[in-house]
C-alpha cells in the first residue's frame, strides 16, 4: 500500500512537471498525457509496445525486468480481477480492472492490515432488468460506480449483456433478458451510471456466449439474420445509448472465428458498423492466437501471460503481424488509460459510502420483484401479522451468483430478519425448528463443500424431513395467520444449469410445497412461495398448490429487508419478467444446448479445450441456434405455445388502466402516448409495453410479436393517472434482409399495441409506412468452416 502510495505520488509529481505542454523540451522526460498519444507511441519501443496490449500478469516478463508497480493483482487492489502493464518512463500507469455485474469484487481483507474492504453485493443483473427502468439501473450503477472510484479500481468488468437463450446457461444472473431492446437499454442505463463517477466498464460477453459448458471452445453457429436481430442487437442498442469505455469480447468461437480474433465483429460490425471508439479487451484467457486478436482489433490481452507478449513481438519482428495493427491497438489503450482515476492521480479513499448503497439496495431490489400470482388477496401481508416460516432457504437467502459475479459483501440479510424488522411476528415454534434444523444442515453441506473448487456446483440443503415438518406445519397452520416457503437456487460462472433439482424441484421442496399447504388450506390460510432463484424455474406443476408466488431473483445483501418490504406492501412489487417462464422445459426453443449430464466434476468451462478445433460432439463442441430468431418469446408468440408465465409478466397489489391512446408522427417515426390511472387501492407503479405484430409483407417470416418499447410509471396513487410516451423509430420495425446485408423497412400497415404483457392484447392500433426504407450494413459473420488448421502457438 505505501510503496503504491509513493510509486503513485512520484507519477502525480512527474505528471505536473509535464506541465500542459504536448511535447518535452530538450532534457524533459516526455510523459503520457491525453493530448500527445502519437508521440508516446513513437517513443515506445516495440517491447514496451508488445507488454502494454498484453495485460499486467506477464510474470516471466516483469520478475525479470524488476518493475515495483507490477500489475500483480496482489499489490494494486488485492482482489481485483488484473491490470495494465505500467511503463513508467513514459508516465503509463497500470490501470486497476475488477468485476462485476452485481458490485465491486475484490477482496474484503488484506494482509497486515486490519481495516475491511467489503463491497456492496447489489441484485444482479435479471433483477435489474425485472424492474424495466432505466432511471434505477442507472441510480444503482451510480452506486456501484462510487465504490470502484472510492477503492482505487479504473474499470468495472461489468455489465454483462448475453442474451439468456436458453434458461439454463449458468450465467443468466449476471445478463439481463432473452430481449435485445430491454437487455441494451438495461445495459446503457448501468454503464451510464457507473461511468457517472469518472470511471470505465468494459460491456461482455462480446458476443453470443449463451453458455458456460466448454464455453473456451465452443463454436455458437447462428445466421446472419438472427445475429442481427438478436444476438447483436442488443450491443448496438446498448452503443447508441452510452459508450463503455471498454467491451469485453467473449470466450467462444462464432460461426468459426473465435469473437477476439474476429476482424469482422470487431472491425467491421463494432467500430465500422456501429462506429464503437472505445478499448477492446479479451476476456480472462480468451482465444488462442495473440497476433490474430491484434490484426482483429482486439487491444487488449487479459490477464496477460508472457507467451503472448513473445507471440505478438514475434509476429512484429518477422513481419506477419504490421507494427501499425499493434500501434493502433497502443493508441486505443492509452486513450482508456488518460481517462482513468488513477492516471488522474485520484486520492481514492477506500471508504465508499456503504451504508447509503445498503439502504439504495433495499428500496430498489424490490422494485425488480416479479409478483407471479396473488390470489385470496394472500398478499400484501396484513400489518402486524404472523407468519410461519419454511424451506432451508429462507434462512439462508441467495443475494448473487457464483463465480466472477459474486460480491464479497459484509453480510446478508435473510427472511426471518426481514420479517422480524418489518414487524411481522413469526411463528416461533417453527422459527426455532429451522434454526436448529439448518444449523445442522448447512454445518452439513459446508463441510462437503469445503475442498471444492469455484466451478464446482455445491451441495445444496435439504429441506426438513417429511416426518418433523408434517407435524411442524399442522401445529404452524392453527398458530399463525399465513406461512411463507423460500426456495432458494444459485449458479455461477463456469458450468451450466442442470434439469434435475434446479430447473425442476427436487422432490423435498415439492414434498414441502405440498405439505404446508396442505396444512394451512385445511385452516383456510394463504400460502405464499418465495422464490429467491438465479433464474428460470419450473413452476407450473405446482403453482395451482399456493396462494402467491414472489419472484426476488438474487436481491444483493439486504434481501430479507427487500422481500419483507414488499410481502407487507411497504414496496409495491413493479417487476416484470424479462424472459419467459416456459411450461416445460421441453417447450424451450433452443433445445441446442450443452448436454445436461456432464457434470463431470473438472472445470466445465475448459471441457474441450484443446489445440485443435474439434468439431465431434453437437452441443459441446458447436451448437447450431436452429431455432433461429425464434427465441424465447418469439417462439412462444408465433407458434402460440402456452407458457407458466410470459415475457413481461407480472401483477401489482393495484390495478392499473391505460388509456387514450395518441399517436405522432415525426420525421423519424412515432412518438405513442397513453394515459396510466391507477384505480385500485394501494399505490403502485406500472409498465407499459410496445409491440409489433410482425411484418405486414412477410408475416411468417418475422416474429409475430417483438418488444419496440416500454415506459414505467411513477408511483402513482390510487386515483393518480400519468401520461407516459414512447418514442419509436420507423426503422426499429425493420426486419434484417441477409441477401441485402441491410435492415429493410418494407411499406405497409404495421400492426402494433400497448399491453402489459407479450400475451396481452392491450389497446391495437396501426402504423402506416408508405414507403420502403434500407439500412446497409457491412456483409460479415457468414459461417467460416473449420478452425482447425489456423496458427496455433505452442503454450
Ligand atoms: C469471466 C469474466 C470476468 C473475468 C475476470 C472471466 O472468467 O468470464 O466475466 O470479468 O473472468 O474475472
Known amino acids: 500500500m505505501l510503496k503504491m502510495k509513493k510509486t503513485l505520488t512520484l507519477l502525480a509529481a512527474a505528471l ?30 516495440l517491447e514496451e509496445k508488445c507488454h502494454l496490449v498484453v495485460g499486467g500478469q506477464q510474470k516471466d516478463v516483469l520478475d525479470s525486468t524488476d518493475q515495483i508497480l507490477m500489475a500483480s493483482t496482489r499489490k494494486l487492489v488485492p482482489g481485483s480481477a488484473g ?3 505500467p511503463v513508467e518512463r513514459l508516465g503509463i500507469p497500470a490501470i486497476v480492472l475488477a468485476d462485476g455485474p452485481a458490485g465491486l469484487r475484490i477482496s474484503p481483507t488484506r494482509q497486515n492490515d486490519t481495516a475491511s474492504y467489503y463491497c456492496t453485493g447489489f441484485p444482479t443483473g435479471t433483477l435489474l432488468a425485472s424492474s424495466w427502468d432505466p432511471g434505477m439501473v442507472e441510480a444503482v450503477g451510480r452506486a456501484m460506480g462510487e465504490e470502484v472510484l472510492e477503492y482505487g479500481v479504473d474499470v468495472l468488468l461489468a455489465p454483462g449483456a448475453n442474451l439468456h437463450r436458453n434458461p439454463l446457461c449458468g450465467r443468466n444472473f449476471e445478463y439481463y433478458s432473452e430481449d435485445p431492446l430491454l437487455s441494451g437499454t438495461m445495459a446503457a442505463a448501468f454503464i451510464n451510471g457507473v461511468q457517472s463517477n469518472g470511471v470505465g466498464t468494459s460491456l461482455k460477453h462480446f458476443a453470443v456466449n449463451n453458455s458456460e459448458i466448454n464455453r473456451l471452445a465452443c463454436d455458437s453457429r447462428v445466421s446472419v439474420r438472427a445475429l442481427r436481430e438478436l444476438y447483436l442487437r442488443n450491443w448496438e442498442i446498448a452503443l447508441r445509448q452510452s459508450a463503455p469505455w471498454t467491451i469485453m469480447t467473449s470466450y467462444n468461437y462464432l460461426n468459426g472465428v473465435y469473437t477476439s480474433e474476429d476482424p469482422e465483429l470487431l472491425e467491421g460490425v463494432l467500430r465500422g458498423d456501429w462506429g464503437y471508439e472505445g478499448c477492446i479487451m479479451t476476456d480472462w484467457g480468451g482465444g488462442q492466437d495473440p497476433a490474430a486478436q491484434i490484426h482483429a482489433g482486439n487491444d487488449m490481452l487479459q490477464p ?6 513473445k507471440a505478438i513481438y514475434e509476429a512484429v519482428s518477422n513481419g506477419s503481424l504490421p507494427e501499425s495493427e499493434l500501434d493502433a491497438c497502443v493508441s486505443n489503450i492509452l486513450r482508456l488509460i488518460v481517462k482513468t482515476p488513477r492516471f488522474r492521480g485520484y486520492a481514492y479513499s477506500n471508504r465508499p459510502d456503504l451504508a447509503a448503497h445498503a439502504q439504495l439496495t433495499r428500496e430498489k431490489a424490490a422494485e425488480g420483484f416479479v409478483l407471479l400470482k396473488n390470489e385470496n388477496a394472500a398478499l400484501p401481508l396484513a400489518e402486524a401479522s404472523s407468519a410461519a416460516l419454511f424451506g432451508q432457504a429462507s434462512y439462508r437467502l441467495s443475494a448473487g451468483g457464483t463465480g466472477s459475479g459474486n460480491v464479497n459483501k459484509a453480510y446478508v440479510i435473510n427472511l426471518d430478519e426481514g420479517l422480524a424488522n418489518d414487524g411481522i411476528l413469526l411463528d416461533g415454534e417453527t422459527d426455532l425448528a429451522y434454526r436448529e434444523y439448518t444449523a445442522a444442515e448447512y454445518a452439513r453441506v459446508d463441510e462437503a463443500n469445503a475442498g471444492k473448487k469455484w466451478y464446482q456446483i455445491p451441495e445444496k440443503a435439504q429441506e426438513m424431513p417429511q416426518a418433523s415438518l408434517e407435524a411442524l406445519a399442522e401445529k404452524a397452520a392453527v398458530n399463525a395467520e399465513t406461512a411463507i416457503i423460500t426456495i432458494g437456487r444459485n449458479s455461477g460462472e463456469g458450468t451450466d444449469r442442470h434439469l434435475k433439482d434446479d430447473f425442476l424441484l427436487s422432490g423435498d421442496e415439492l414434498q414441502l410445497i405440498k405439505t404446508v399447504s396442505a396444512a394451512f388450506h385445511a385452516q383456510d390460510k394463504n400460502v405464499t412461495v418465495v422464490l429467491n432463484v438465479a433464474g428460470v424455474v419450473e413452476t407450473a406443476s405446482w403453482k395451482d398448490m399456493v396462494d402467491a408466488i ?4 438474487q436481491p444483493g445483501q439486504e434481501a430479507g429487508n427487500s422481500i419483507a418490504d414488499a410481502l407487507t406492501g411497504l ?16 417447450d424451450v426453443p433452443a433445445q441446442n444446448f450443452p448436454a445436461l449430464e456432464l457434470n463431470t466434476g473438472k ?17 459441446v463442441d458447436y451448437i447450431d ?15 402460440c405455445e402456452n407458457t407458466s408465465y410470459p415475457f413481461g409478466y407480472g401483477l401489482s397489489y393495484t390495478v392499473f388502466e391505460i388509456e387514450d391512446l395518441r399517436l405522432k408522427k415525426n420525421s423519424e417515426g412515432w412518438t405513442v402516448k397513453v394515459s396510466v390511472r391507477n384505480v385500485g387501492e394501494n399505490p403502485g407503479r406500472d409498465v407499459i409495453q410496445l409491440y409489433s405484430f410482425g411484418n405486414p409483407a412477410n408475416p411468417q417470416t418475422c416474429p409475430s410479436r417483438e418488444l419496440k418499447g416500454f415506459a414505467k410509471t411513477k408511483v402513482l396513487n390510487p386515483g393518480e393517472r400519468q401520461s407516459v410516451s414512447i418514442e419509436l423509430n420507423a426503422m426499429d420495425l425493420a426486419s434484417y434482409v441477409e441477401e441485402r446485408s441491410a435492415w429493410v423497412l418494407t411499406p405497409g400497415i404495421y400492426a402494433m399495441a400497448v399491453t402489459a404483457d407479450s400475451e396481452d392484447f392491450g389497446m391495437s392500433f396501426g402504423l402506416e409506412v408508405k414507403r420502403e426504407r434500407e439500412k446497409a450494413t457491412g456483409d460479415y459473420l457468414h459461417p467460416r468452416g473449420s478452425v482447425s488448421d489456423r496458427l496455433f502457438i505452442d503454450k
Open 625 to 639: 441456434y436452429k431455432e433461429d430468431i425464434f427465441m424465447g418469446y418469439r417462439h412462444f408468440c408465433s407458434h
Open 16 to 45: 505536473l512537471l509535464a506541465g500542459s505542454c504536448n511535447g518535452p523540451s530538450s532534457g524533459e522526460a516526455l510523459l503520457l498525457d491525453k493530448d500527445n498519444i502519437p508521440e508516446i507511441v513513437k517513443a515506445m519501443t
Open 603 to 619: 472445470n466445465d468451462s475448459f471441457l474441450r479445450f484443446s489445440k485443435e478445433k474439434l468439431y465431434e460432439v453437437k452441443d
Open 304 to 309: 496477460g501471460k508472457d507467451w503472448q507478449y
Open 83 to 85: 491490470t495494465t502493464y
Open 571 to 586: 414496496v409495491n412489487p413493479s417487476g416484470r419478467l424479462p424472459m419467459t417462464f416456459p411450461e416445460s422445459y421441453a
Open 550 to 553: 414472489l419472484l426476488v431473483w
